[in-house]
């Protein structure tokens, strides 16, 4: 694996393409450390402690910890991959765009995109709402009016939207794969804190020893090579 990390590095194109890749995944995480404003991000991430284990929680995990923390790309890729499941079921349902997908070559596929992108804007859409609404009714919010919550719908609606552009450019001038490598990082982001902060397995307080911790660090590893391995095996026929 390092090896091939060496040889894609001395090849000019792929450098730029792994350094442009970079510098997306560096624009991510600085966006993830900006916060909306009119939101109270201790009392938001002591609500979301208490349901760590349901959707939510979930939610942000893979939103790199921003969904918690009231950041502009709190909504993070997922109106995306909702949107991406959705127009996929719909190909399958509607003639119409069954017939786009299947007949219209290069140009079905780029309205097709359209068409997901402006769901996606939609989808960010009620997720924002829903997320104001849950601001709202906690008071979780520093002030209360249509301007603030204006203010945090829009910025996240942009933020998710920005956040699909760019994995559109990693995807056009990147290493392509733009959302998963912006999942992964937002995921990625989170196993330090997790470690740390004593909610996913972390020695503290003598509660998992220092054996358990180096069990769960090996699992980790062994997850990220066994799934390496698949995506990367071949059948010869």
């Given at each position: 694996?390092?090896?091939?990390?060496?040889?894609?590095?001395?090849?000019?194109?792929?450098?730029?393409?792994?350094?442009?890749?970079?510098?997306?995944?560096?624009?991510?995480?600085?966006?993830?450390?900006?916060?909306?404003?009119?939101?109270?991000?201790?009392?938001?991430?002591?609500?979301?402690?208490?349901?760590?284990?349901?959707?939510?929680?979930?939610?942000?995990?893979?939103?790199?910890?921003?969904?918690?923390?009231?950041?502009?790309?709190?909504?993070?890729?997922?109106?995306?991959?909702?949107?991406?499941?959705?127009?996929?079921?719909?190909?399958?349902a509607i003639p119409a765009l069954e017939r786009l997908a299947r007949d219209g070559?290069?140009?079905?596929?780029?309205?097709?995109?359209?068409?997901?992108?402006?769901?996606?804007?939609?989808?960010?859409?009620?997720?924002?709402?829903?997320?104001?609404?849950?601001?709202?009714?906690?008071?979780?919010?520093?002030?209360?009016?249509?301007?603030?919550?204006?203010?945090?719908?829009?910025?996240?609606?942009?933020?998710?939207?920005?956040?699909?552009?760019?994995?559109?450019?990693?995807?056009?001038?990147?290493?392509?794969?733009?959302?998963?490598?912006?999942?992964?990082?937002?995921?990625?982001?989170?196993?330090?804190?997790?470690?740390?902060?004593?909610?996913?397995?972390?020695?503290?307080?003598?509660?998992?020893?220092?054996?358990?911790?180096?069990?769960?660090?090996?699992?980790?590893l062994a997850m990220i090579v066994l799934i390496v391995h698949v995506n990367g095996a071949e059948r010869?026929?």
């Amino acid at each position: 694996m390092i090896q091939t990390i060496k040889k894609a590095w001395a090849i000019p194109e792929l450098r730029k393409k792994l350094v442009f890749t970079a510098l997306i995944l560096l624009i991510f995480r600085i966006g993830n450390a900006i916060p909306v404003p009119y939101v109270n991000t201790e009392l938001l991430g002591d609500y979301l402690n208490q349901l760590s284990t349901t959707v939510l929680g979930l939610y942000n995990v893979m939103s790199g910890g921003a969904f918690a923390q009231a950041t502009i790309f709190a909504l993070g890729v997922q109106p995306y991959i909702n949107s991406s499941i959705i127009i996929q079921l719909l190909t399958i349902a509607i003639p119409a765009l069954e017939r786009l997908a299947r007949d219209g070559g290069e140009a079905g596929k780029k309205k097709i995109a359209s068409i997901t992108r402006y769901a996606t804007v939609a989808i960010a859409l009620l997720q924002a709402f829903g997320y104001y609404m849950i601001c709202k009714n906690y008071g979780i919010l520093e002030q209360s009016g249509i301007w603030p919550a204006l203010v945090i719908i829009v910025t996240l609606v942009a933020g998710s939207s920005f956040v699909m552009w760019l994995g559109e450019q990693v995807n056009e001038f990147g290493i392509g794969n733009g959302i998963s490598m912006i999942l992964f990082a937002g995921i990625l982001a989170r196993i330090p804190t997790a470690f740390t902060t004593g909610r996913y397995f972390v020695a503290q307080k003598g509660s998992i020893g220092y054996l358990w911790l180096a069990l769960v660090l090996l699992g980790i590893l062994a997850m990220i090579v066994l799934i390496v391995h698949v995506n990367g095996a071949e059948r010869r026929i």
